[in-house]
């Protein structure tokens, strides 16, 4: 029993002395009652609204970190494209680059990382040396700049004429790939697989900036692709008359590569299969850039020609919807009028 006769734990010790105090029995709901008023007042506090802020202050701030954040994305692109731009200059620096990103993607985390990264620089020597690879990397690294350039770009019409001189480059390296002893998977795979998943794509932060697969062709190699995707959708919206010779382009790559090729049985499909299904294409965008009668023209001399191709029923089908009578315009309702009254009586 403490000096005031109070009882006490015989732990008690004042907050003076730097301890935690154990109440009594006569203490404790005093303790309680406490506690319970300061959780009801906190609870009150939580509940109640604060001032409103200024509107004002706070939309200007937001509008200058949405501007500060753009800032920085564009930056970052900027730095990445420079990246790229520098590494396209030449074959040997495109080659140091491609050995940079292999290093930091395949070999990045490896407790053997020097010693096998070193083995791999030393099988790949010749092959990253030889003409058909530097070339190959030369071209994914252009036409990774290509895409990265188009993201967002307001006026695409304006790549254009790059994009056509790309696939001018591309086409004219097809004898260097054809003739490459021995072929390479690892060259192919450059043209041949999309850049969203390439060694650079994965290297580099590239994701965000790349456009995506349904209004861009992934495939450096794919002509077609590129020529339809990137191109030939630009040129339809601008209705633009240019757009007829990209099936042009287009035919006399297909025939070219096929005759580099020499195979009988593919010159046959293309002439008997591929090319009509391509000049229906062209037709139907001669009708586009606003030429229906020439289209027409051409849909027909078609049909006559290629009596047995298995698109046969869809020309046919296209020539009839062409030539269908326009629905009549609905003849204008009749005026209502009031009804007159009869001689003689009241109005």
């Not at 109440?23 to 007042?41: A, D, K, Q």
């Not at 795979?189 to 995506?212: C, H, M, N, V, Y």
């Not at 349904?214 to 040129?235: A, C, F």
Request: hydrophobic content about 35%; overall charge neutral.
């Amino acid at each position: 029993m403490g000096p005031s006769g109070d009882l006490v734990n015989q732990n008690t010790l004042d907050a003076g002395g730097g301890k935690c105090q154990n109440y009594g029995p006569m203490n404790v709901p005093r303790f309680v009652g406490i506690c319970v008023f300061l959780s009801v007042s906190l609870v009150q506090a939580q509940q109640q609204d604060i001032a409103p802020p200024n509107l004002d202050t706070i939309l200007k701030e937001i509008t200058a970190l949405e501007q500060k954040q753009k800032q920085g994305k564009m930056t970052e692109r900027n730095s990445l494209i420079g990246q790229i731009q520098s590494a396209a200059s030449n074959g040997s620096a495109a080659a140091s680059f491609y050995t940079q990103a292999v290093e930091e993607v395949q070999f990045k985390g490896r407790k053997d990382k020097v010693e096998a990264f070193i083995a791999w620089k030393k099988a790949h020597a010749d092959l990253l040396h030889s003409k058909e690879m530097q070339t190959a990397l030369l071209l994914h690294l252009k036409y990774l700049l290509l895409s990265l350039q188009r993201k967002d770009m307001e006026k695409p019409e304006t790549q254009l004429p790059a994009l056509m001189s790309y696939v001018n480059e591309l086409v004219s390296c097809d004898d260097l790939f054809a003739k490459q002893n021995p072929p390479s998977d690892e060259t192919r795979s450059l043209l041949t697989k999309p850049i969203s998943g390439s060694i650079f794509a994965q290297w580099l932060p590239l994701g965000e900036w790349l456009p995506d697969a349904k209004s861009w062709e992934q495939k450096p190699g794919d002509v077609p692709g590129i020529l339809e995707k990137n191109i030939r959708s630009v040129m339809r919206d601008k209705k633009d008359p240019q757009l007829i010779q990209t099936w042009d382009t287009e035919m006399k790559i297909e025939a070219a590569r096929i005759t580099t090729g020499r195979s009988d049985h593919q010159a046959d499909q293309f002439n008997t299969v591929t090319r009509p299904r391509l000049q229906f294409k062209q037709a139907q965008d001669m009708a586009v850039i606003g030429q229906p009668n020439r289209a027409l023209t051409e849909t027909i001399a078609l049909v006559r020609a290629n009596p047995w191709h298995p698109d046969f029923g869809i020309w046919v089908a296209k020539i009839r919807e062409s030539v269908k009578p326009a629905a009549p315009a609905p003849e204008p309702a009749a005026a209502k009028t009031s009804p007159q009254p009869t001689p003689g009586s009241a109005p």
